[in-house]
């Protein structure tokens, strides 16, 4: 057994021959990197028949504020969703694409009365092509690439290094929009604007007398109180 000063163990290349064959630290950075880029080539799951991505923006007349707030959110978290912001101006929730009819519903049973209410639904199917078409494109070009790389000298083999990095980059920023892209189909995305109603009486109060509407009442009690 050897003691905690023992060499590091030998993976089959010598100190020499990596000092000798840059390429070779070069070309076990990029299985590092390739292994690391495998984990996001599936794209997560969506429904597969939705396409389009849904938005609603609506105003809402409530007497209570908080409250109403409050009973967005715990609508949206058991229908499924999640709540983005919520202030005593603004509700923001993001819920499945197919409650939309349901939210609308909603909404009306939470308000006092419903200002108005905008859907809308953007097709996100020419975007999602276009990005997987990327994606392949570069994929394919990183292949080869990489059969290039052992053929190439020292010099070579760097600047097939740099594009390699730089595909592998724009390869992970295309995934990231993909998956964005992915939750906007399963997610619809509503922007509810609270507005208090208060509940007061009125300054004045017609009389069914019309003479005693006709009277300021306070000039009245003044010119009675000096006399």
């Not at 603004?90 to 939210?103: A, E, L, N, T, W």
């Amino acid at each position: 057994m050897k003691g905690p000063g023992s060499s590091a163990p030998n993976w089959g290349v010598s100190k020499s021959q990596v000092s000798q064959s840059p390429w070779m630290v070069v070309w076990i950075s990029l299985l590092v990197l390739l292994a690391a880029s495998a984990g996001f080539s599936e794209e997560p799951g969506a429904s597969d028949e939705n396409y389009l991505y849904h938005t609603v923006q609506a105003s809402l007349l409530v007497s209570d504020v908080e409250r109403t707030g409050d009973a967005i959110e715990a609508w949206t978290g058991e229908e499924g969703g999640y709540l983005l912001l919520k202030s005593n101006e603004q509700v923001i929730v993001r819920f499945p694409y197919d409650k939309v009819g349901g939210f609308r519903d909603f909404l009306r049973k939470v308000s006092e009365a419903v200002i108005e209410v905008s859907l809308q639904a953007v097709d996100l199917r020419e975007s999602i092509l276009g990005i997987q078409s990327g994606i392949q494109s570069r994929e394919e070009i990183l292949q080869k690439n990489l059969s290039f790389i052992d053929q190439a000298d020292v010099s070579g083999t760097l600047a097939i290094e740099r594009e390699i990095m730089q595909l592998l980059s724009e390869i992970e920023n295309l995934k990231g929009r993909l998956r964005k892209l992915t939750v906007d189909r399963a997610f619809a995305r509503a922007d509810v604007s609270l507005r208090f109603m208060e509940r007061s009486l009125p300054t004045d109060i017609p009389s069914s007398f019309g003479w005693i509407n006709s009277i300021d009442f306070y000039e009245f009690m003044r010119r009675g109180w000096m006399h």
